[in-house]
């Protein structure tokens, strides 16, 4: 699944949307960014309702696909701005982390 299709699957918002989507690997579901920047796996979503540049920054250390916006969030513009320059994705989903991570579980284990 890349981003685009995961952005369908999750009838999320493709807040930033790179030029190239990315193939997604696994997902890591967590609101302490210490934690993601920990255990998020490589070419992964990170599931959260952190929605400010740092998050951005943990997503580039882990080398992340895409970043899930829960709850509808508002995302602030530098945040978009800082994932365009790095190639990562933004969605956005009224869902909440809980049903977002039960969504893509059997999906992403199904290609693993």
Do not use: W
């Not at 509808?72 to 994705?89: F, K, Q, V, Y």
């Not at 969605?91 to 199904?110: I, N």
């Amino acid at each position: 699944m890349n981003t685009a299709e995961l952005a369908r699957t999750l009838n999320a918002a493709r807040v930033c949307a790179p030029e190239v989507d990315r193939e997604v690997a696994g997902a890591y579901t967590s609101d302490l960014l210490s934690d993601a920047m920990a255990n998020a796996p490589e070419n992964g979503v990170l599931v959260t309702i952190q929605a400010h540049k740092n998050t951005v920054a943990v997503a580039t250390l882990r080398d992340l696909a895409a970043i899930v916006i829960c709850n509808n969030r508002p995302i602030p513009d530098d945040m978009i701005e800082a994932a365009r320059s790095e190639g990562i994705a933004i969605l956005q989903t009224a869902e909440d982390q809980f049903a977002v991570s039960g969504r893509l579980y059997p999906l992403l284990r199904a290609g693993s």
